[in-house]
């Protein structure tokens, strides 16, 4: 609870990267570190790396499905986001769709205009609600 700020963070490594001024159309499947500058029209996919992780930078955009082990956003996703770890949110991040994480961090200013689900370790879905207004 009171260990060292970022112990347990994954260390983010580019193995690939969309650069600004880049725009891909279709999915896009990787293992290791992918920096997204650029904008992405189709899902991104992380495969069978569990310490994958996706950086997505302030001015980036991504149109479709994130599937990643490690998510950190900073730019604008506009599709379901499924993070099977950590999931953090900077201040930036725009996310237009579902949520389902293992971990969150969120920095004031980040946006989700969807549902948050919770998975704990044994997968099991716990959805946040909104307390009504009476």
Request: proline content about 1%; hydrophobic content about 40%; charged content about 25%.
């Given at each position: 609870?009171?260990?060292?700020?970022?112990?347990?963070?994954?260390?983010?490594?580019?193995?690939?990267?969309?650069?600004?001024?880049?725009?891909?159309?279709g999915n896009i499947r990787f293992s290791g570190?992918?920096?997204?500058?650029?904008?992405?029209?189709?899902?991104?996919?992380?495969?069978?790396?569990?310490?994958?992780?996706?950086?997505?930078?302030?001015?980036?955009?991504?149109?479709?499905?994130?599937?990643?082990?490690?998510?950190?956003?900073?730019?604008?996703?506009?599709?379901?986001?499924?993070?099977?770890?950590?999931?953090?949110?900077?201040?930036?991040?725009?996310?237009?769709?579902?949520?389902?994480?293992?971990?969150?961090?969120?920095?004031?200013?980040?946006?989700?205009?969807?549902?948050?689900?919770?998975?704990?370790?044994?997968?099991?879905?716990?959805?946040?609600?909104?307390?009504?207004?009476?």
């Amino acid at each position: 609870m009171f260990g060292k700020r970022g112990e347990g963070k994954p260390q983010f490594k580019t193995d690939s990267l969309i650069a600004t001024g880049t725009r891909i159309e279709g999915n896009i499947r990787f293992s290791g570190g992918l920096r997204i500058e650029g904008e992405v029209k189709g899902n991104v996919e992380a495969t069978g790396d569990s310490s994958s992780l996706l950086y997505l930078s302030e001015k980036a955009t991504i149109e479709g499905e994130v599937t990643v082990a490690h998510f950190v956003a900073n730019g604008t996703v506009a599709g379901k986001v499924t993070v099977s770890d950590t999931l953090e949110l900077q201040a930036g991040a725009r996310i237009l769709g579902d949520v389902e994480y293992a971990l969150i961090e969120m920095q004031q200013g980040a946006v989700i205009e969807g549902r948050l689900v919770h998975r704990d370790k044994s997968g099991k879905a716990v959805e946040l609600k909104l307390a009504s207004a009476n």
